[in-house]
Nanobody, 123 residues
Framework: VQLQASGGGLVQAGGSLRLSCAAS????????MGWFRQAPGKERECVAV????????YYADSVKGRFTISRDNAKNTVYLQMDSLKPEDTAIYYC?????????????????WGQGTQVTVSS
């Protein structure tokens, strides 16, 4: 599986961005997907997870109510809609494919990672 993330950029606080992650490979529709982020000097954080059907999701408390994860299995793509962005959301965002069909939040349960896309929120 290869993952290609896109959609990052520079936005003012309160603005929105939509990240996309296109996956190659025939197992996408049976794999849970996650978005992680890492800010300078901080550990990688699980932001959102979606199970293989898209019916079950998980959000970190820091983004709950502001971010929405979704997927289109016909397009082999997972999305992260980010609204009401804050300066503390500034980080490199990574999409990842899990080793299971069900939502997991530990980075060790993800075996494929995209290259990362930079999100910068100015105050």
């Amino acid at each position: 599986v290869q993952l290609q993330a896109s959609g990052g950029g520079l936005v003012q606080a309160g603005g929105s961005l939509r990240l996309s992650c296109a996956a190659s490979g025939r197992t996408f529709s049976s794999t849970a997907m996650g978005w992680f982020r890492q800010a300078p000097g901080k550990e990688r954080e699980c932001v959102a997870v979606i199970n293989y059907t898209g019916r079950n999701t998980y959000y970190a408390d820091s983004v709950k109510g502001r971010f929405t994860i979704s997927r289109d299995n016909a397009k082999n793509t997972v999305y992260l809609q980010m609204d009401s962005l804050k300066p503390e959301d500034t980080a490199i965002y990574y999409c990842a494919a899990a080793t299971t069909a069900y939502g997991v939040t530990n980075a060790y349960d993800y075996n494929y990672w995209g290259q990362g896309t930079q999100v910068t929120v100015s105050s």
